[in-house]
């Protein structure tokens, strides 16, 4: 199970993690609900169901990591594709930034409840229902190294650890984070195709995005290996 997700009898996923693969994937996932932003909280004496229908922007984030996780609708050729793209984002995207913020927050918590979980010493197990540089721009936004990036199940010199158990619709949410981690990191890398990806695998250990490019890899195979079990 090292490295990868498994099907768990009944739904569900599980993978085992130690402590340092803990560790960056909070701090990752921490960092993404950094850069998405927190939600709008009705002011004091508005109206709650106001501000469910309360109108988001209408122009794409100028961060490019951001207009990856938010997209426009509808390729910018025309005048008209333009503003239906634009009244699309206006009426959409504050939903999108929830669901993104609901999606991390429950990886948070249930690392946080794997971790409790391996420091009480009841077997390191963790029930979750619900790397390289940081997300921010530019180099030095934060370093570490990611568990396993070629795949081969053996991982960092990390201790400790456990197995952390997602229910079904955990491992939705996880899958969610997964995807806009990597759409982040991808960005901060400028990778805009499949392609280019083999070139991460022969970067030389002195390339100083390298602690990113093992990160970016390593959650590739996380992704790829909870879809797996989703479509089992």
């Given at each position: 199970?090292?490295?990868?997700?498994?099907?768990?009898?009944?739904?569900?996923?599980a993978?085992?993690?130690?402590?340092v693969?803990i560790?960056?994937?909070?701090s990752?996932?921490?960092?993404?609900?950094?850069?998405i932003?927190?939600?709008d909280e009705?002011?004091?004496?508005?109206?709650p169901?106001?501000?469910?229908?309360?109108e988001g922007p209408s122009?794409?984030?100028a961060?490019p990591a951001l207009r990856?996780?938010f997209?426009?609708?509808y390729?910018?050729?025309?005048?008209?594709l333009r503003q239906?793209a634009s009244?699309?984002?206006?009426?959409t995207?504050?939903?999108?930034?929830?669901?993104k913020?609901?999606d991390?927050?429950?990886v948070v918590?249930s690392?946080d409840e794997l971790?409790s979980?391996?420091?009480?010493g009841?077997?390191?197990k963790?029930l979750?229902g619900?790397?390289?540089?940081?997300l921010g721009?530019?180099p030095g936004?934060?370093?570490?190294?990611a568990?396993?990036?070629?795949?081969?199940?053996?991982?960092?010199?990390g201790e400790?650890g456990?197995?952390l158990?997602?229910?079904p619709e955990?491992?939705r949410?996880?899958?969610?984070?997964?995807?806009d981690?990597r759409l982040?990191?991808?960005s901060?890398?400028d990778?805009?195709?499949d392609e280019?990806s083999?070139r991460?695998?022969?970067l030389?250990?002195?390339?100083p995005t390298?602690?990113?490019?093992?990160?970016?890899?390593?959650?590739g195979?996380?992704?790829?290996?909870?879809v797996?079990?989703?479509?089992?």
């Amino acid at each position: 199970m090292a490295g990868r997700f498994e099907a768990r009898p009944g739904g569900g996923a599980a993978v085992a993690l130690d402590e340092v693969e803990i560790s960056i994937l909070r701090s990752l996932a921490v960092q993404l609900l950094e850069l998405i932003g927190p939600g709008d909280e009705p002011a004091e004496g508005e109206d709650p169901l106001a501000a469910l229908f309360a109108e988001g922007p209408s122009e794409p984030p100028a961060d490019p990591a951001l207009r990856r996780l938010f997209p426009d609708a509808y390729a910018d050729d025309t005048d008209e594709l333009r503003q239906a793209a634009s009244d699309f984002r206006r009426f959409t995207e504050n939903d999108l930034r929830a669901r993104k913020r609901q999606d991390a927050l429950a990886v948070v918590r249930s690392l946080d409840e794997l971790s409790s979980s391996i420091a009480s010493g009841d077997g390191g197990k963790g029930l979750g229902g619900g790397p390289g540089e940081g997300l921010g721009e530019g180099p030095g936004a934060g370093e570490g190294k990611a568990g396993d990036p070629d795949g081969n199940g053996n991982g960092d010199d990390g201790e400790g650890g456990g197995i952390l158990e997602l229910a079904p619709e955990g491992s939705r949410a996880w899958l969610g984070t997964l995807n806009d981690l990597r759409l982040t990191i991808a960005s901060r890398l400028d990778i805009t195709e499949d392609e280019q990806s083999e070139r991460l695998y022969r970067l030389p250990d002195s390339d100083p995005t390298k602690p990113m490019v093992m990160a970016y890899l390593w959650l590739g195979g996380l992704q790829e290996t909870l879809v797996e079990t989703l479509m089992a």
